[in-house]
């Protein structure tokens, strides 16, 4: 998201002992924390297995042409390989070419716009812009991924026959269609839960909104060849609601 904070820390230059005992501990809890290759295979496989079948259905699929021209990002902390101890969640940004430039007008302090088309379209992204205007709206984009997941559910079977997905229930203020990997059966805990996103490619030439163009402020941090990598990345915008407004034109502008 382009909401970036840097927290500075004084670091106390005093060396600090510990007991053996302490360094024990930490060594043992430590190694509890690492992901078990056999855990993140098996992971590995269920998951790509479903991205990549969800990419294929979406790509045929006749009845929805705006997601035929789809391809995944995947973020998160596993595929930044960050993550520690089970490799149960997973997000996959699904990213949606827009054909024209678009009208981003800001709202909440830039961290939420308003997406309006230049002007009219024909091509299949009408679908999701409301009448009488040209703004583009997030509840119809989220709805109708909600809708082709369950559709590609019908009929995908996981790798692993003793596991099936579900697809949770809409969560307030959240863009992801979230689904959950199960044992089949009628009674299940959760094995690996994955967030699909949806998110509006912005055209390279257009580039970031006005609030965040010049990129975070990092050059204390990242210097300023680090802030110049991050502003050339790609920026998107999901479909996320501002907290407290019932509308379906907000989106939450992100970056990958």
Sequence with gaps: MCSFAVEETQMDEEHVSISPQLANWIKFNTKELKIRQTDRRWAA??????????????????????FQ????????????????????EFDIMLKLQVPSRLRMTQLDGGLFYQINLL??????????????????????????????VRKFLKTYEVPDKRCRWEVNRKRPNSPAVTLSLCRTGNESDELISVDVVPALEVPSSQGWPLAVRDGPDVDNWLGKKGRQEIKSLPCFFVPKRLKSRNRSKEAKVSSA
């Design 45 to 66: 496989e269920v998951v790509n297995d479903f991205r990549e079948n969800l990419l294929k259905f979406l790509k045929t699929n006749d009845d929805q042409p705006f």
């Design 69 to 88: 021209s789809v391809d995944f990002l995947t973020s998160g902390s596993y595929f930044e390989r960050v993550k520690i101890h089970s490799p149960d």
């Design 119 to 148: 002007r009219p379209t024909r091509s299949p992204i009408r679908a999701f812009v409301l009448e009488n205007d040209n703004t583009l709206s997030s509840s119809k984009i989220l709805s109708e991924m909600y809708r082709l």
